[in-house]
């Protein structure tokens, strides 16, 4: 089964909108991560300057094998939108219960 890995990071969510135009930086990490299986991939943003990224993996270790080969391209692009500090990562896994609706329930 897969998992979620969501990134919690202060940082300004506008810059990365505008830094995303036309980005090689952004579209080698994107065809990085497709290599290592990334299911589906987003950015999100909050009101009070944090952005929080959310993809589904096949796996943790597919995660941690594409971060750690992408930390050298992640970091100065996350260093341009203001990101202060280590991101929070955590991985989540789907909780076996009857109330689930959408994504195919």
């Known amino acids: ?5 969501t990134m919690r990071i202060a940082g ?9 135009e036309g980005s090689d930086n952004g579209q ?13 991939h987003r950015f999100y943003g909050s009101d009070d300057g944090h952005i929080m990224v959310l993809d589904e993996w096949p796996d943790r270790e597919s995660f941690q094998r ?12 996350m260093a341009a939108v203001g990101a202060q500090g280590e991101p929070e990562i955590t991985f989540w896994r789907e909780l076996d219960t009857s109330d689930k609706v959408g994504w195919g329930a």
């Not at 089964?1 to 890995?5: G, T």
């Not at 300004?12 to 995303?20: G, V």
């Not at 990085?32 to 299986?37: C, R």
């Open 12 to 20: 300004d969510p506008a810059k990365l909108e505008q830094s995303d």
């Open 1 to 5: 089964m897969s998992v979620l890995m």
């Open 66 to 77: 594409f971060f750690e080969e992408n930390k050298g391209r992640i970091q100065p692009m």
């Open 28 to 40: 080698a990490i994107i065809e990085s991560a497709k290599q290592h299986g990334v299911i589906a």
